[in-house]
Each structure stands twice: as structure tokens, then as C-alpha cells.
């Protein structure tokens, strides 16, 4: 096995280079900068020189390893070509001054499905049980808890199943832990407390393009002052806003294998289309998936790009982020407009007075507009009601006419440069009386406004609900209704306003793929957008609320008899 290893490397290395393998730009370089760098070995003042036992042994560690999902589980965990090469360079490479490693920061961009949460994995068990290094921390870092986790149980899992591991090590809630050498591995997040006092040895930085900060890197960097041969590894796809600290070490790293940059101990590897290609070419897509085949499949990757076609927006940006690893903005558009258009039909509104909906307001400021919308689950339909102060609509600083949709009945002003809340009050509290509105869900880091304090002495406290903004909050309600917009399963009412704000939203994407509206990037106003994703919000919940209490009231109480 271990000149399979060799010969692995060896063969992938001539594929790339000779082009069998069809290969991005960056891939290819990664690989030219290796034979670039073994044949500088040959001098006597190159201060790096490649050790093929160490770089044999990281690899043949995998043998100790087995999958543990999928139609693979329990086999033995074989390194891809691709895979070995990366860790063949990771552990191979040394500094001749004191024989240490080189590259102390490694980096995978790969798109999804590509096996480098399992790759990751056994770089981190390497790193804590034959690294030769006593004491090593080793770390699973991401932006949240749950991302963190990710990376962490799947090594704890890999290690648990493995005859040769699971002896050594002990295995606890949220740590495995190696009491000969003293090491352990957990995971860690920028919201998880105490972290001051880190010395990593080793840390699988997860999912880096949806780390909004660099706070947790530098911590962790920081505190490996004190080892020898460090090592952070960092696996991320390409992600969908380019404000993030790792676009622009992604830029450095693609200059690194230019040759524009020197950073000798930076290890990089993307898999990614190059600029240029036609994403719509799936013979282009194997240069994102070079586990094409292995544990990613053509036909899911079809089925995924009819899906991105079909619906464009967020499901075109997803495809291309996770399944090409391509670098985007956020989608120009979220639905499209004939979409949103088609979702328009006749209703006789008077039918909705007294009917069961639910509501939701945003008001963003004083000075802006407000939305509420009901959402009338059993018609299927939405009824909109804006306002804004009358400077606002004549200001035309949002190149619409706000004007002509106040003469149409569309849209209410109020006098003067700030909304007139007393007016506000009294219109949404007639409305109320109108409809029966069942719940009315706000955002409730804007209830200072007076506006929710009115409608509560108004009496509307029982009906006010205080709706979280949290993308895990707002993410099902955001995905009903594009599940519903894309269906033809509910009605506008022909309305502009709403419609025009369909125009103007950007979606975010965590990288669990939650999602919701984002207003700091959303081309122009989308607070109906927002009121409604409220609506629906309040509606889900109380649905929820209503089958959960069903379970208590219409099922008898079961007793257990034990017979001891």
C-alpha cells in the first residue's frame, strides 16, 4: 500500500499536467508549483526538502480509517488521487534548519459532496495521535456551534468505528481525548465561551467563506505561538458575498500559485471552474468535483442545474457556489419577476373581510416606509396596506412613484418629513376590525418606534406576537413562501408595490442553507417582502402550536406495567 500511495500521487501529478485530467487553472498550478519545488530540492540553498516516508505514513494512516455513511459505510477509507495528493504535501514537505513541517496553513476550496469533511477528519487524528506532538490540542473550528460540530463527530465517529483508534482514545460528549500523550480534540466557535488560553496544535477551520470576521483565525493562530509545526487546515467552497474576510485570502492564495506572492508555508488547493467557462457545460464540472463519480454523481449534479435553471435566483447562486465552486455575488434576482407575476388572479375582496389571516408589520424608521400584510391561509391570498411620511413619496429618492400609488389607494401618507404614528395606530387598529386577524407578527428590535405600544392600548395584545429576524427563525417562512410563489399557490391581488418589491430582494445563505431576506444589500425597499415573511412566520408557528397540542388532547394516556 504504501508505493500505491506513491504511484497514486505520481499518476495524479501527470494527469494534471499532461491534461488527462481535466483540470482548472489553479488545480493545475498547485501541482506545477510541487514539481517546481522538488526540482529545487536539488539546490543546496532551498530550505525545504521532502520527506516521501513522512508524506507515506500521513497517508497510509487512512488505512486505519473506514467510512461510516452512505452505501460505503464500514469500508476501508481509501485516499482519491487528489486526496492523497494534499496530504502528501501537507506532511511531506519539511524545513531543513530543524526538520519541522513547511506549511503550517493548508487550504481546500472544493465544492460540496467532494469528501473534504472526512479528508479533514483524519488530518485531525493524524495531527493528535502521530504528529509527535505531546499535549496537542487539536480544534474544529467554525462560525457557529453547529458547524463546528460537523467536522468533530464525524472524526469522533471515524475514530470510534476503528479497531486501531478507538483503544487509544476516549470518547466524551464534546471531546475525544488521548490520556497517553495528554491530547484531545473538540470543537470550537466564535460564539462558544472560554476560549482565551487556546494552544492548538492542530485546527479544521470549516466552511470559511461564511465567516463574517477573522476573529476566531487570529485566535487561534495566535495561540500556536508556542508549537513547532502548527498546522491550521481550512476546507470552505466558494461562498456568495464578497465582503467576507476569506475573498480576499482567496486572492492572496491564488496569487501564491501564480507566483506573484511568496508565502512558502501556505499549502493551497481549489477545485473551481475558471473564468470563462460555461457553467452550463457539465463537462466543466469535474474540474470543481474531482471526487466525480466517488461520492459525488453526475446525475445528482443534473438534477441540481435543471432545478438552478428552472427557478434561477437563489437556486442558480447555490448551484454555482456548492456545486461548481464559483465565487458569486448574491443573485440579481430572487424570484423572478413572471413568477411573482403569475401569482396574480381575481378575488372579491369583500370575501376577505371577516375571513381568519395573519399579519405581519415592518417599519424600519420614521422617516420610511411601512408595511402590513395578511396573509389569508385559506384563500391563499394577500392583502397589502403601505405608508410613508408625504416628503417621502415626493422626494422620488427611491425612483418610484409613490405619488401615483397614493392617488391609486395603494399606498397612505402622512403629513409632514416622520410618519405620524397616531394615524398609523388608528388605520392598522381599523383594519384589525376589519379582518380577523388571528396574529400579527413584528420584528421586536423595532417596537420603540410606538407604534406596537399603541396598538397594544388599542387593544391588540393577545394578537401581537414578537417574531424573531434570526435566520433560523425567518428561514422557513422565507422558504414557504418561494415554495408557494414557484407553485402558483397564492395571490397577490395585483398588487404593484409588493410586486416591485420582489424585484428588489437579496437573499442571504448561511451555509447550514438557511436563508433570509437582506436588507442591507436588497437593491431598493422590500419591507412587504419582509411584513409578509412575518405573516407567514406567525402563521407556521401557530399551525405548529395547534398540532402540538393536539398530540396532549387527543391521545389517552398510556401506562407501563413492570413486572419485576
Known amino acids: 500500500m504504501a508505493a500505491d500511495y506513491k504511484k497514486r500521487v505520481n499518476n495524479y501529478v501527470k ?115 502521530l504528529d509527535g506532538e505531546p499535549g496537542a490540542e487539536i480544534y474544529a473550528g467554525a462560525k457557529d456551534k453547529e458547524q463546528a460540530k460537523i467536522v468533530w463527530e464525524a472524526a469522533s465517529t471515524i475514530a470510534k468505528n476503528s ?28 460564539d462558544m465561551k472560554n476560549k482565551d488560553g487556546l494552544n492548538p496544535h492542530c485546527a479544521i477551520l470549516d466552511e470559511r467563506h461564511a465567516w463574517e470576521t477573522d476573529e476566531l483565525v487570529e485566535l487561534i493562530r495566535t495561540g500556536m505561538g508556542a508549537r513547532k509545526q502548527p498546522l491550521t487546515f481550512s476546507i470552505s467552497t466558494f461562498g456568495m458575498n464578497k465582503d467576507v474576510p476569506y475573498y480576499e485570502d482567496v486572492r ?64 442558480e447562486v447555490s448551484f454555482k457556489t456548492k456545486n461548481l465552486n464559483i465565487w458569486v455575488d448574491a443573485p440579481e434576482v430572487w424570484i423572478r419577476d413572471e413568477m411573482v407575476a403569475a401569482c396574480n388572479w381575481q378575488q372579491d375582496e369583500q370575501e376577505l373581510e371577516g ?31 403601505f405608508w410613508c411620511p408625504e416628503e417621502k413619496a415626493l422626494s422620488n429618492e427611491d425612483k418610484v412613484d409613490y405619488r401615483l400609488w397614493a392617488q391609486q389607494g395603494l399606498l397612505k401618507t402622512t ?68 415554495r408557494m410563489v414557484h407553485g402558483r399557490e397564492i395571490n397577490f391581488l395585483n398588487d404593484p408595490i409588493l ?17 433570509k431576506v437582506h436588507k442591507g444589500q436588497s437593491r431598493n425597499k422590500i419591507d412587504g417582502i419582509a411584513a409578509l415573511i412575518n405573516a407567514i412566520g406567525g402563521y407556521m408557528s401557530n399551525e405548529a402550536e395547534l398540532q402540538k397540542s393536539q398530540i396532549y388532547t387527543q391521545h389517552d394516556l398510556r401506562t407501563v406495567n413492570f413486572v419485576l
Not at 166 to 175: G, Y
Not at 268 to 291: H, R, T, Y
Not at 296 to 311: G, H, I, P, Q
Not at 499 to 515: E, G, H, K, L, T
Open 252 to 315: 492572496i492564495y491564488k496569487q501564491i500559485l501564480e507566483g506573484t506572492v511568496k508565502q512558502e508555508n501556505q499549502f493551497v488547493m481549489i477545485f473551481a471552474l475558471d473564468d470563462g467557462d460555461d457553467w452550463k457545460d457539465e463537462k466543466n464540472w469535474v474540474k470543481a468535483n474531482p471526487n466525480l463519480g466517488v461520492s459525488c454523481y453526475l446525475d445528482y449534479l443534473r438534477d441540481e442545474f435543471t432545478a438552478a435553471s428552472n427557478k434561477g435566483g437563489r437556486y
Open 15 to 129: 494527469a494534471v499536467m499532461s491534461g488527462r485530467r481535466v483540470s482548472g487553472r489553479y488545480e493545475y498550478l498547485a501541482v506545477a508549483r510541487y514539481l517546481r519545488d522538488l526540482e529545487a530540492t536539488e539546490k543546496k540553498r532551498y530550505p525545504y526538502y521532502f520527506d516521501e516516508a513522512a508524506a507515506l505514513q500521513a497517508c497510509n494512516f487512512y488505512k486505519m480509517l473506514s467510512h461510516f455513511k452512505g452505501s460505503t459505510a464500514g469500508s476501508e477509507f481509501v485516499l482519491e488521487p487528489w486526496q492523497a495528493f494534499i496530504v502528501w504535501n501537507i506532511f511531506g514537505w519539511k524545513k531543513r534548519s530543524d526538520g519541522f513541517r513547511r506549511f503550517t496553513a493548508a487550504d481546500l476550496i472544493v465544492a460540496r459532496k467532494n469528501g473534504k469533511t472526512t479528508l479533514a477528519a483524519g488530518v485531525a487524528l493524524y495531527c493528535m495521535l
Open 499 to 515: 410586486r416591485w418589491m420582489f424585484s428588489n430582494v437579496v437573499i442571504f445563505a448561511d451555509q447550514n442553507n438557511n436563508i
Open 355 to 385: 375571513q381568519e389571516c395573519y399579519g405581519g408589520l415592518d417599519f424600519a424608521s420614521h422617516v420610511d416606509l411601512v408595511a402590513l400584510e395578511l396573509y389569508f391561509p385559506e384563500l391563499k391570498c394577500v392583502k397589502s396596506f
Open 415 to 482: 403629513h409632514g418629513n416622520v410618519i405620524d404614528i397616531d394615524f398609523l395606530v388608528r388605520d392598522i387598529l381599523q383594519i384589525c376590525r376589519k379582518y380577523y386577524v388571528k396574529n400579527l407578527a413584528f420584528d421586536p428590535y423595532k417596537a420603540y418606534h410606538g407604534l406596537i405600544q399603541g396598538l397594544i392600548k388599542g387593544g391588540l395584545s393577545e394578537v401581537l406576537d414578537e417574531f424573531s429576524q434570526s435566520i433560523t427563525n425567518m428561514s422557513e417562512p422565507t422558504k414557504q413562501l418561494e
Open 163 to 190: 479497531p486501531f483508534l478507538s483503544p487509544l482514545l476516549q470518547f466524551f460528549k464534546k471531546a475525544v481525548t488521548c490520556e497517553e500523550t495528554a491530547s484531545f480534540f473538540k470543537p470550537l466557535s466564535r
